[in-house]
Structures are given as C-alpha cells and as structure tokens.
T-cell receptor
Framework: EDKVVQSPLSLVVHEGDTVTLNCSYEVTNFRSLLWYKQEKKAPTFLFMLTSSGIEKKSGRLSSILDKKELFSILNITATQTGDSAVYLCAACPQGGSEKLVFGKGMKLTVNP | KAGVTQTPRYLIKTRGQQVTLSCSPISGHRSVSWYQQTPGQGLQFLFEYFSETQRNKGNFPGRFSGRQFSNSRSEMNVSTLELGDSALYLC?????????????????FGAGSRLTVL
C-alpha cells in the first residue's frame, strides 16, 4: 500500500532557528512529490518536486528530492512566527492510481 | 479570481443523520478531489471527479458518496453519520485530473467544512 511518512510530527523552535522537515515515501509508480503549508484551514501549495537533486527555493524555504533513497526534505531558514503551521507532504503516483497520498503532517510552532 | 469555495464551513449533526457538503472549484477548473482530514490519520483521499465522472475512489465505506455537476461544482454526501466521521472535509480543484499534475496543474484547496457528529 502506498504511504508517506513525515518526521518529526511536531517541532517547537525559536524565531531565527533553521528547521528541516523530512518526508519519506513508498509509492508505486512515483511521479512527483508536493509540499503544502496549512495555517488555518486551506493547505497552500509550496513546491512540487519531480527530479532528484534539483533544489526548489522560495525565499527562506527550500526543498529537495532524493528518488534513490525515496525521501524529500523541506528546509526553513531564519524561521519567523508566521511559519507556524502544519506542513504536509504528498506523493503523486502516475498511471492507474491517481490519488495523492498525504503524510500526516508536521506541526511547526515558532516562538518569538 | 475566486478560490475554491466550500459550504457550509461548520456544521453539527447527530449520529444517524446525513450530510451534504458543497464545493465550487476555481473558475475553469474541471477536476475536483475530496479529502477527509483528522488529527490521527491526516489527509485521506475520498474521491476525484473530472467532467462529471468519478475517476478514483479512496478506501471509505459506501456511506460516502459524491457527484459533480456540469458546471464542475461538486457535492459529497455522508449518510448514517458515525462519531468517527467528525473531521475537516477538504475539497481541492485543478484544471486537469491529478494524473496530469504538473507545475501548471497543482491542487488548490478550499478552507474546508468542519463536521462534528454528536
């Protein structure tokens, strides 16, 4: 059965810290991996990763995919209180099983 | 451009009742997916619709059903509610099905409908 595992499940840091969120996956016919940020209710899209080793970057956030070891990381540098949210990782298979497979999410709390 | 709109935002039901949730996708989006989010299980896929056809269904009992209309709006229904159905139900839309997901075709989520079953 396809699955995505995120770690840690929760993390509390202070403003200015750097955090690394981990996401491992076991998906048949893997195609891409997505990261979402969920602050209140609606998850918002952060990154989509398809190729190994190519870093995607947006401001203080960056992410990379390792298709050999089947994992992805999301880095947040110089964290701010506004980064407090649940971060979701999802694997997208191709072919017959078209549904996204989500991890349980990682709750990040950034204290001032 | 309006986002994905879900109604109602909050609702409380009792066991045995049924509920219908509505989702209006972003204008022009033809694919609608539904997810159930609970603290213990995270986001779990319910179903996906494209052009009024159900393309895929998750591992949920037959009490969970859905449909999509010609204007791409979608509804999901849960009959004979159980306490365990309490959750945030998220709808997401995209231009094309998730099998064609790409940088130009990512899922955009609505704010969800929070269902509490007493």
């Amino acid at each position: 059965e396809d699955k995505v595992v995120q770690s840690p499940l929760s993390l509390v840091v202070h403003e200015g810290d750097t955090v690394t969120l981990n996401c491992s996956y076991e998906v048949t016919n893997f195609r891409s991996l997505l990261w979402y940020k969920q602050e209140k209710k609606a998850p918002t899209f952060l990154f989509m990763l398809t190729s190994s080793g190519i870093e995607k970057k947006s401001g203080r956030l960056s992410s990379i995919l390792d298709k050999k070891e089947l994992f992805s990381i999301l880095n947040i540098t110089a964290t701010q209180t506004g980064d407090s949210a649940v971060y979701l990782c999802a694997a997208c298979p191709q072919g017959g099983s078209e549904k996204l497979v989500f991890g349980k999410g990682m709750k990040l709390t950034v204290n001032p | 451009k309006a986002g994905v709109t879900q109604t109602p935002r909050y609702l409380i039901k009792t066991r045995g009742q049924q509920v219908t949730l509505s989702c209006s996708p972003i204008s022009g989006h033809r694919s609608v997916s539904w997810y159930q989010q609970t603290p213990g299980q995270g986001l779990q896929f319910l179903f996906e619709y494209f052009s009024e056809t159900q393309r895929n269904k998750g591992n949920f009992p037959g009490r969970f059903s859905g449909r999509q209309f010609s204007n791409s709006r979608s509804e999901m229904n849960v009959s004979t509610l159980e306490l365990g159905d309490s959750a945030l139900y998220l709808c997401a839309s995209s231009l094309y099905p998730t099998s064609l997901i790409s940088g130009a075709n990512v899922l955009t989520f609505g704010a969800g409908s929070r269902l509490t079953v007493l």
